[in-house]
């Protein structure tokens, strides 16, 4: 991604999903989609080749290792107990728990094009510019919704990681993390959990 993150509070009082859907219209007619992460409505910067292409690649692994429902693109919500909007994310590749059933599909129109979050088995985020909302506020907020396994590819560090084991502390989102990190440098594999393959993570090596 070639630029900075914008970054906006949003208003509490109103659903956050009408905010972001504001957001995209006020723009057209440029697409963007906007991400609701600890109560702030961010707007990514577009992304560039070799994020997009590793991404892709790291998709494909997954799909080749029998992953079928390894995919991109789709955006999931997560709600507080109450059922308030706690997240809105679009990540850059996943696997999921389940392919969407009828419920997920009625939870999705509701929702305005948002499936719910706890499809997701394994997550994934590739950092651009913006690293430190995958390594911050994306990294706690997939942590206290539970998602097993977050997979972060940290080009500016030049390391890729597994994250395993969410802990949420009480009832503190913000506070959630995960116990476990398997770490490797770029260009080395990346083991994952049992039985999901190691990734080969040359794809982000510059030329």
Not at 38 to 58: M, S, V
Not at 79 to 96: C, E, N, S
Not at 126 to 144: I, M
Not at 162 to 182: I, M
Request: aromatic residues 10%.
């Amino acid at each position: 991604m070639s630029a900075e993150p914008i970054m906006e509070p949003v208003m509490t009082q109103v659903d956050p999903i009408d905010l972001l859907i504001a957001f995209e219209e006020a723009a057209a007619p440029m697409p963007i989609r906007v991400e609701y992460i600890e109560e702030t409505g961010i707007l990514p910067p577009q992304p560039e080749h070799q994020h997009n292409a590793g991404a892709f690649k790291l998709a494909v692994q997954f799909n080749a290792a029998g992953f079928e429902l390894a995919g991109m693109c789709n955006g999931y919500r997560a709600a507080h107990q109450d059922g308030r909007t706690m997240a809105l994310v679009i990540p850059d590749f996943y696997v999921l728990h389940r392919g969407p059933t009828e419920l997920d599909e009625t939870y999705r129109r509701a929702n305005k094009g948002w499936y719910p979050i706890d499809m997701i088995a394994l997550v994934g985020e590739v950092t651009s510019t913006n690293h430190e909302t995958d390594t911050g506020p994306k990294y706690r907020t997939y942590a206290a919704v539970g998602i097993p396994l977050y997979v972060l590819i940290d080009r500016h560090a030049l390391t890729a990681h597994c994250y395993s084991e969410p802990v949420l502390p009480g009832d503190k989102p913000t506070e959630a993390y995960y116990a476990t990190d398997t770490k490797a440098d770029l260009g080395d594999p990346l083991p994952l959990p049992a039985p999901y393959p190691a990734l080969d993570t040359t794809p982000f090596l510059k030329d």
